[in-house]
């Protein structure tokens, strides 16, 4: 069994900073991509950012230059560091990895894609 668990969200007024972190636990054999995305309400849920094993980067278009997507392999934890919010980052974030669990006698399982609980981001003007 495998869970990922957001933590960071919040209420912060327009122009101010939130960190999200989510961390993987369970039978893990490896984690490859992570990432976050958001829905806001009435809306379809979008990509924020993703970042590769590799620690390559992708970010939409409205975020680019505002948030900051990074990893910590050792901690299977992924956070992102959002700047100069607006009231339309607000969202509920959900964290989402592709991971592979340990299977009997610890080989690995195929890949799995699985998603966290969800964070409520809020930004007032």
């Known amino acids: ?25 369970g039978s893990i054999f490896s984690v490859n991509a992570m990432g976050w995305y958001r829905q806001a309400p009435g809306k379809q849920r979008e990509l924020v950012a993703g970042i590769t094993s590799s620690d390559s980067t992708n970010y939409a278009d409205s975020v680019k230059g505002r948030f900051t997507i990074s990893r910590d392999g050792a901690k299977k934890m992924v956070y992102m560091q959002m700047n100069s919010l607006k009231p339309e980052d607000t969202a509920v974030y959900y964290c989402n990895a592709d991971i592979r669990e340990r299977g009997t006698y610890g080989f690995p399982r195929s890949l799995s894609n699985y998603w966290g609980q969800g964070t409520q981001v809020t930004v007032s003007s």
């Open 1 to 25: 069994q495998v869970h990922l668990v957001e933590s960071g969200g919040g209420l912060v007024q327009a122009g101010g900073s939130l960190r999200l972190s989510c961390a993987a636990s």
